[in-house]
């Protein structure tokens, strides 16, 4: 590898080692192929030299370290993007609830390294799922939704601004809540009707925040507003519907629902992922935009294969199989018995885990 100054460094080349800001956060990490978007962004954080490998990478250097080995580091790198995020977002959170905006380059800087992953890390998407909670629910719940916008996004094969503007949008869909009262907020059990009357003012706070941000793209200001609302209608704070509701919003509701339903919560345990998307295929299909929600939902599903689960049957199997006509029942392997659960609709899975 090379010490390279970052004024000479050229879009394909690949850098040798992880690059981090003067407070020890991860910028960008090793083995990443440099786009024009990255050399501005380590311009813009005064970063004077990185090192790269002098030669295009060859595969057979993967192989000096054993695939767990591997699988462990990468599992680490992921986690560690997610932590420095949550660690940024906060400080984010804590500024807006303090009456002091953050600049736009704050915002996009804080955002840049999980979408570097989700633009350019094939196993990032894999690995994401794995991640256990690292701080309190808000600046969790917001992190995890921000991944899950950027790759939803990204299945939905739309152009690489727009997978940083889903990223972005879904960091920043709950920022109104830092102007809820800390009671209803952090309340341990659920609210009443009249606080979470309260609660629904989030989304049209959040916009009062944000809106005037220079450089924040409209789309990110529509999904902070729109989040909560539903093709049908139903949803608020305006209860547009359809064509009303801006795309970006539509996507990071979905990501907002599914994030909700699958994480711990003070006063209720998150349920397992397929009961999330069962719950989104049966009860969301008119509420959510159902083309982007059957696309989430058939990638979703895919990253669980290999998982072990529980059977209502008492049986316990793998999972190896899912299908992209009914993402939430997949088929079951129990010793040499193979269980396809969209024909075996008496049976439900209970619970699942990794190995």
Known sequence: MIKLEVTNLEPGMILAEDVYDEDGLLLIAGETRLHGMHIDFLTRKFVDYVYIFDVVKDDVEKYESTPAQLEAAGQLAVEEKYKDTVVKFKDIYKSYKLGRVPVFEVLDDTVEPLFQSILNDESFARRMWQIHAYDDYTFDHSVRVSMISGLLAKWLG??????????????????????????????????????????????????????????????????????????????????????????????????????????????????????????????????????????????????????????????????????????????????????????????????????
């Open 158 to 355: 739309l152009d690489f601004h727009i997978i940083k503007e889903a990223t972005l949008a879904g960091l920043l869909h709950d920022i109104g809540k830092c102007n809820i009262p800390d009671e209803i907020l952090n309340k341990p059990d659920e609210l009443t009707d009249e606080e979470f009357k309260v609660m629904k003012t989030h989304s049209i706070l959040g916009y009062i925040l944000v809106k005037d941000i220079p450089r924040l793209p409209y789309n990110v200001q529509m999904a902070v507003l729109q989040h909560h609302e539903r093709v049908d209608g139903s949803g608020y704070p305006h209860g547009i519907k359809g064509l009303e509701i801006n795309y970006l919003s539509k996507i990071v509701a979905i990501a907002d629902v599914y994030c909700a339903m699958t994480q711990d919560r003070v006063y209720k345990k998150g349920v397992h992922p397929f009961d999330a998307m069962s719950f989104i295929i049966n009860k969301c299909h008119e509420t959510l935009d159902f083309s982007i929600s059957r696309i989430f939902l058939s990638n979703v599903a895919y990253f669980y294969i290999g998982h072990q689960a529980k059977l209502s049957n008492g049986q316990v199997g793998e999972i190896i199989m899912t299908y992209k006509d009914d993402p939430a029942r997949p088929m079951i392997r129990v010793g040499e018995e193979y269980i396809d659960l969209r024909r075996n609709l008496s049976i439900e899975i209970e619970t699942i885990w990794d190995l």
